[in-house]
């Protein structure tokens, strides 16, 4: 390297004249690589004349800023190491105050990474220094900033300065602006769980929490439920029902459905350190507030949050006969589809809770009710749920109340409400046995083999191997295997593939003799099909037969495989030239 590029003089001058190119690609280029601008000026240039230029970085474009704002944080061996961190902050401040959101968010990063740099002896006169300069600052971008500056610092400063941080966190609180109010509601949370809980008690109750909750933005107030999730879990159960209990009365009252909706969804984890007593006194009886809610996004919401509190309720068998269901009974009419939609998703974790009678009583005719009078998205939801849940429900004694309805619908419906209710099949098989199945559902089944839509054929065919399990094999080769086969000679080769997708299936379902004999011949048979879509099929069919078999059927199929191997169709060729790898 020569004197004139080693002059510290002339890499700034370089450094700035980059920044402020024409071109895009060389502005983002140089401020990506500030590390070596500031290694090559040397430590001491690096502190006065590189940091005195990036005083002025407002005055740069905002992705030039937000890759500044990126790298800053690795430059403190660059100005000299630790004991010269403090410099960077003036920078970080700046790029702090930015308009983009993106780029002050990298410049409070990269400002923690400095400060956990600064020795201890300094630490306390720096930060403080910085976050005062932020929070009393003109513009509302830098107090914003000032925010989560504060929570990232806090633990880092002696037992005074946390005060005097806790002091100036609550002017932020009440900043004239909205914006900075957002953001000292939306950082809470991470401070509050670096306080204990008197000083919670003492300092963020009454100042923070009490005046948010009046605040006049509904933007501000619907910030506050994540903070009560935290704050709930640090608090003695006396001061947790005084505080919690006060501010979620408020919040379920609120005048903006986007404040309520905020409360519903944090519910669960703000529930969660009361006591079931408490729960079901002074808590659900909020959420059932929720849930009669005008508004469909917090009924939504309300209905997702029942969910959630499952767990801690399990116990309590009367209480969710008796009062939770009847609340949501009249959500499975609701004028909103969003809304029968989520109470059908989440209506059969119920059942294990309520036992079988209560189950009977309550939850089969909400059930039966939505799969007949509701949207397909509904139907879809609930026997999601039941699938879901299949193993946790009795369902030997709700089978004879809904599968008839099941099977009503199952005919003529959305392609979707048949995938789901296929996917149910080999559950209903378990209860029903071999002469039942045979008589309410097998109908059924051979209808969905040649359904319109392939979603409902293919889903037929994968249930196949577990219905074999539960019907056994004498069923699969007297009932099902004529079936599949006859398929075979159907005009629509879509529906003549249904059999070679049956026997992929099946396989694993059969003993292999048995496997041989049903579907070989077959298989064979529709290697001459004038589709080559089924000739592929073949192919990869007669896979599943190689090894398995006497010598003669081994012959045979390398014999298909070789007349496939020369077809007119390359997939035909390349699958068929596969399985014969396969034969050797």
């Not at 003492?202 to 935290?230: H, Q, T």
């Not at 099977?407 to 409400?417: K, M, N, P, Q, S």
Request: glycine share 4%; net charge negative.
């Amino acid at each position: 390297m020569n004197r004139q590029q080693a002059d510290p003089g002339f890499v700034l001058n370089f450094f700035t004249e980059e920044l402020r190119s024409d071109n895009v690609h060389h502005r983002l280029f140089a401020a990506s690589n500030i590390s070596l601008v500031a290694a090559a000026m040397g430590p001491e240039h690096a502190r006065t004349e590189l940091m005195q230029f990036l005083l002025s970085a407002n005055q740069l474009d905002g992705e030039v800023q937000m890759s500044l704002a990126q790298c800053l944080g690795s430059l403190v061996k660059y100005v000299g190491g630790p004991e010269y961190a403090n410099v960077l902050l003036g920078p970080l401040k700046v790029l702090a105050s930015a308009e983009e959101s993106v780029v002050r968010d990298k410049a409070i990063e990269s400002m923690n990474i400095v400060c956990n740099s600064i020795p201890a002896a300094q630490a306390d006169v720096s930060l403080m220094q910085t976050a005062r300069d932020l929070s009393t600052a003109e513009f509302f971008t830098s107090r914003s900033s000032a925010c989560a500056f504060i929570v990232a610092i806090y633990e880092k400063v002696n037992e005074a300065n946390k005060s005097n941080l806790r002091q100036i966190y609550k002017s932020l609180v009440k900043d004239e602006t909205p914006m900075v109010r957002r953001s000292a509601l939306k950082n809470l949370p991470k401070l509050c769980e670096a306080l204990p809980a008197n000083i919670i008690i003492s300092d963020i109750a009454k100042d923070i929490l009490m005046s948010s909750a009046n605040d006049d933005e509904d933007s501000v107030r619907l910030l506050l439920p994540p903070s009560l999730s935290i704050i709930s879990e640090k608090l003695n159960d006396q001061d947790r029902i005084n505080l919690i209990i006060a501010l979620s009365k408020n919040l379920v009252k609120d005048g903006s459905w986007r404040v309520r909706s905020a409360f519903a969804k944090e519910f669960p984890a703000i529930a969660k350190p009361f006591s079931v007593e408490v729960l079901t006194t002074e808590l659900c009886p909020l959420l059932f507030r929720l849930l009669r809610d005008p508004e469909a996004e917090t009924k939504t919401a309300a209905c997702q949050t029942v969910s959630g509190i499952l767990p801690y309720i399990a116990k309590e068998q009367t209480f969710v006969a008796e009062k939770l269901i009847p609340e949501l009974k009249p959500l499975t009419n609701d004028g909103a589809p969003q809304v029968r939609r989520e109470v059908a998703l989440h209506l059969m974790e119920l059942a294990p809770i309520i036992g079988n009678h209560n189950t009977s009583l309550s939850i089969i005719p909400l059930f039966l009710q939505i799969l007949i009078d509701t949207d397909n998205e509904a139907s879809v939801a609930l026997l999601n749920s039941l699938l879901t849940h299949v193993d946790e429900v009795d369902l030997a004694s709700i089978t004879p109340a809904i599968l008839p309805t099941i099977l009503e619908i199952a005919g003529d419906t959305h392609w979707r409400v048949k995938v789901v209710i296929i996917q149910l099949i080999p559950h209903f098989a378990k209860v029903l046995g071999v002469e039942e199945f045979g008589k309410q559902v097998f109908q059924l089944v051979q209808t969905w083999l040649s359904d319109l839509f392939f979603s409902v054929r293919d889903e037929m065919t994968k249930q196949l191997g577990p219905l074999v399990t539960v019907l056994g094999q004498d069923w699969c080769t007297q009932t099902l295997t004529p079936v599949i086969l006859a398929l075979k000679l159907d005009k629509n080769y879509l529906i003549r593939q249904v059999t070679l997708l049956s026997v992929m299936q099946l396989k694993n379902s059969l003993q292999p003799a048995v496997f041989v004999k049903q579907f070989l011949p077959t298989v064979l048979y529709m290697a001459t099909d004038r589709v080559a879509n089924v000739r592929v099929l073949v192919s990869k069919a007669l896979l599943l037969f190689i090894g398995i078999g006497e010598q003669k059927v081994q012959q045979q199929l390398q014999t298909i495989l070789k007349q496939l191997s020369n077809d007119n169709d390359s997939d035909v060729k390349y699958f068929a030239c596969m399985a014969l790898l396969k034969c050797q």
